[in-house]
């Protein structure tokens, strides 16, 4: 699986823990074709739970039809939402095995449209559900995604200071080193040292989080 952010790329740093004094490459992508992507960990009880103030998206929204249909979504948006520590990768088994039936064929499709989900939308757990990631399948990256730049950059500081309301600020800085705007033929990335006609700006984010 080809596993990455919508719209923003702190959650990846994130997802992989990162340290001061850490290096990365991260790369932006656009879509060149529309994607139909199923959805799993979204329910109003996991964004309650976090304690945060953001809208269930409207195409999470499902009418229960059944009290069993509502525990088992309950169910599965906690699982799929569940902070795994490090050392206990084996609870991954489970997220898989769900991302697994969400991909499963879609019967009954009209002629003329898509009979397989490209991937999986979820909320960022390591952005304690503020962002959303996906998980798509590398055939569909082939198709339908095109690289449009690469960043690579150090984690120069994370920072900590308490908050007024018992929770934890965390400031992470992560000025750019080099940036590729361009790829050739033959799959080479261009640096930015590479070309005179790029350039470099320093970036900057804050994630904050909340003591439970």
Known sequence: MFYGSLGEFASCLLECRCRAGEYFAVGAWLTTKPLLLNHLGYSRRAIDRQKIKRDLPAWAEVKETSK???????????????????GEEEFYRLTNALRTIALSPIAGVPEGKPDFFAGVIYPAVSMWLFGDNVALLPSVVDSCLSLREVKYLSIEAIIQSARDDGGTETEFRFPPIDFAGDVRRDGRLVWSGESTALSVTPWEITATTLSV
């Open 68 to 86: 069993r249909n509502k525990l088992i979504r309950d169910w599965q948006s906690r699982v799929f939402t569940r902070v795994v520590p490090p």
